[in-house]
């Protein structure tokens, strides 16, 4: 221990940033976001941190506030690679990712000595990892396509739903779940009619009761949509005040207020998809969210990601493979992860930098209900897991062709 101490000191902390939206409509995200990482390298440094040639290290997590917007995400970048970080971090919006992914293609080729490497664990546009591929950067979290490709797995056998409303944020993230939402139906269900398709501002609009009414007039069964934060909980609410009676396919209605805006109307009809659910029926998975709920007891921070601990969990083995946090041996490294952590696992697939990871599909009820062990940030409902993807199943082609630094 004293020579491992030792080691700690000889080594500077490795520097991550994470420049994500903490202030303005998503800021709820951006904070859930930022208490994962914290629990996820406080696990590492009490660990001894990373072994690299220089000795074991720490990993010190710094936030830059991009409001959520691209020109601020840019200008934090450069604060943050001044301020010595090599590693960014950053989920919340696709647009950010895509200009984030854009400067550091351009830095890197300018900037050989001080490159960088982009973990991203929530930006979600299939392009990310298909024509807009980069060797910079890694997507930790399923794609659209993929999350899409698990709620249609129920909705499929959904004889109930005749006719879907898609609504969805107008930037390219929405766009792309319109444009999967549409391909899978005619190809999954072709007897459901789209009743209406819809695009609205990103975490811009105040009242919803417009679109809720016009979902509720349209004689949906059913809405399709990836709204998150803000947008996703005035909708579902909203939708509650006009009595729109059917089932919300959602990417994100598992937390950040969703289930306490709807309430009762959501049993049974709201279906999450997620990387991982607190009531997946697992001993390790219990203990897990529970050590979580133990580091950040207030009911409201309960929004817990297990992409994100096995994210650092995979940044932490490839530092350590390759012996250093320089960006390409470190990226090289980081290509060929696979890790595990309480029961759940993952994989970088090296050709694309598409993390494989298992999917589950949860449909929202009461605390206490079979299968709802847990609820959502204290509201009194949970997710009840009703299917379980492993990766082979979740894995999906893609069309990147990696450009590789000689």
Same mark, same amino acid.
């Given at each position: 221990?004293?020579?491992? @101490?030792?080691?700690?000191?000889?080594?500077?902390?490795?520097?991550?940033?994470?420049? +994500?939206?903490?202030?303005?409509?998503? !800021?709820?995200?951006?904070?859930?976001?930022?208490?994962?990482?914290?629990?996820?390298?406080?696990?590492?440094?009490?660990?001894?941190?990373?072994?690299? #040639?220089?000795? !074991?290290?720490?990993?010190?997590?710094?936030?830059?506030?991009?409001?959520?917007?691209?020109?601020?995400?840019?200008? &934090?970048?450069?604060?943050?690679?001044?301020?010595?970080?090599?590693?960014?971090?950053?989920?919340?919006?696709?647009?950010?990712?895509?200009?984030?992914?854009?400067?550091?293609? #351009?830095?890197?080729?300018?900037?050989?000595?001080?490159?960088?490497?982009?973990?991203?664990?929530?930006?979600?546009?299939?392009?990310?990892?298909?024509?807009?591929?980069?060797?910079?950067?890694?997507?930790?979290?399923?794609?659209?396509?993929?999350?899409?490709?698990?709620?249609? $797995?129920?909705?499929?056998? *959904?004889?109930?739903?005749?006719?879907?409303?898609?609504?969805?944020?107008?930037? $390219?993230?929405?766009?792309?779940? /319109?444009? +999967?939402?549409?391909?899978?139906?005619?190809? /999954?269900?072709?007897?459901?009619?789209?009743?209406?398709?819809?695009?609205?501002?990103?975490?811009?609009?105040?009242?919803? !009761?417009?679109?809720?009414?016009?979902?509720?007039?349209?004689?949906?069964?059913?809405?399709? &949509?990836?709204?998150?934060?803000?947008?996703?909980?005035?909708?579902?609410?909203?939708?509650?005040?006009?009595?729109?009676?059917?089932?919300? =396919?959602?990417?994100?209605?598992?937390?950040?207020? @969703?289930?306490?805006?709807?309430?009762?109307?959501?049993?049974? %009809?709201?279906?999450?998809?997620?990387?991982?659910?607190?009531?997946?029926?697992?001993?390790? $998975?219990?203990?897990?969210?529970?050590?979580?709920?133990?580091?950040?007891?207030?009911?409201?921070?309960? =929004?817990?990601?297990?992409?994100?601990?096995?994210?650092?969990?995979?940044?932490?083995?490839?530092? +350590?493979?390759?012996? &250093?946090? *320089?960006?390409?041996?470190?990226?090289?490294?980081?290509?060929?992860?696979?890790?595990?952590?309480?029961?759940?696992?993952?994989?970088?697939?090296?050709?694309?930098?598409?993390?494989?990871?298992?999917?589950?599909?949860?449909?929202?009820?009461?605390?206490? &209900?079979?299968?709802? %062990?847990?609820?959502?940030?204290?509201?009194?409902?949970?997710?009840?897991?009703?299917?379980?993807?492993?990766?082979?199943?979740?894995?999906?082609?893609?069309?990147?062709?990696?450009?590789?630094?000689?």
């Amino acid at each position: 221990m004293p020579a491992l @101490a030792h080691a700690q000191t000889a080594g500077a902390p490795i520097k991550l940033a994470l420049v +994500e939206g903490l202030s303005g409509g998503n !800021a709820n995200g951006g904070e859930a976001v930022f208490r994962n990482l914290v629990w996820a390298v406080e696990r590492v440094n009490e660990r001894g941190g990373v072994r690299t #040639r220089e000795g !074991a290290r720490t990993l010190e997590l710094t936030r830059y506030d991009s409001k959520g917007q691209i020109e601020e995400a840019l200008s &934090t970048l450069r604060s943050a690679i001044d301020d010595g970080a090599r590693v960014i971090l950053q989920g919340n919006s696709s647009a950010v990712a895509a200009a984030l992914i854009e400067a550091i293609n #351009r830095h890197n080729e300018r900037e050989p000595q001080r490159r960088v490497v982009f973990l991203n664990y929530s930006a979600v546009d299939p392009a990310l990892t298909n024509d807009k591929c980069s060797f910079w950067h890694f997507r930790f979290d399923a794609h659209a396509d993929m999350r899409l490709t698990a709620l249609m $797995s129920v909705l499929r056998e *959904d004889k109930a739903v005749k006719s879907v409303y898609l609504i969805n944020p107008d930037y $390219s993230f929405g766009h792309a779940v /319109q444009r +999967e939402a549409k391909r899978q139906l005619a190809e /999954q269900r072709p007897d459901v009619r789209i009743a209406a398709e819809e695009l609205h501002p990103l975490l811009r609009v105040k009242d919803f !009761a417009p679109y809720a009414t016009k979902i509720k007039a349209s004689g949906a069964d059913a809405v399709i &949509t990836g709204n998150f934060s803000n947008d996703l909980t005035l909708l579902v609410k909203a939708a509650r005040e006009v009595g729109f009676d059917g089932r919300f =396919y959602t990417f994100y209605g598992n937390a950040l207020g @969703a289930p306490a805006a709807i309430g009762d109307a959501g049993i049974g %009809k709201v279906l999450a998809v997620a990387d991982w659910l607190p009531n997946v029926p697992a001993p390790q $998975s219990d203990a897990f969210y529970q050590a979580f709920r133990k580091r950040y007891p207030n009911p409201a921070d309960d =929004y817990v990601h297990m992409r994100l601990q096995l994210m650092i969990e995979a940044l932490a083995q490839a530092i +350590e493979k390759a012996g &250093t946090a *320089d960006a390409l041996p470190l990226a090289t490294a980081l290509e060929q992860t696979s890790v595990s952590f309480s029961g759940w696992t993952g994989r970088m697939r090296a050709a694309d930098h598409q993390f494989q990871q298992p999917l589950v599909v949860g449909v929202m009820d009461r605390l206490g &209900t079979p299968g709802v %062990k847990f609820d959502v940030e204290g509201s009194g409902y949970g997710f009840r897991v009703v299917r379980q993807i492993p990766p082979p199943k979740a894995e999906m082609p893609h069309s990147c062709k990696m450009v590789r630094p000689a």
